[in-house]
């Protein structure tokens, strides 16, 4: 027996940012090389002094005049459209099998 652990879910959680626990929304890469969506790092700027500190506690301090110029994560964006497009189709399938018992 294979685990419970599906290609799908690993996927899930490598897109899922660990402030706002969702897929990535406008998602940024830090010094660090962790990724977190820019709204929530701004969130976390706006109650921090206007300094954003790693969640995950490296030693990562951003200033709000660094936050906009922050690198984008394209791939992160393309797997969180992506699994979009994959939750639609699975539901799709899931209708059709059923009305297919019927
Ligand atoms: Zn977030
Ligand atoms: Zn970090």
Do not use: W
Not at 60 to 85: D, M, S
């Amino acid at each position: 027996m294979a685990t419970n652990i599906s290609t799908e879910q690993i996927i899930d959680e490598l897109v899922t940012c660990t402030i706002c626990f969702e897929h990535f929304d406008d998602p940024r890469v830090l010094p660090c090389s962790h990724t977190y969506c820019l709204k929530c790092i701004r969130g976390v700027a706006a109650r921090n002094n206007s300094q954003f500190e790693c969640p995950l506690r490296d030693g990562t301090i951003l200033t709000t005049e660094q936050i906009p110029t922050l690198p984008f994560n394209r791939i992160a964006l393309h797997i969180v459209e992506e699994l979009k497009k994959c939750k639609f189709h699975f539901i799709f399938n899931s209708l059709y099998d059923s009305s297919d018992f019927i």
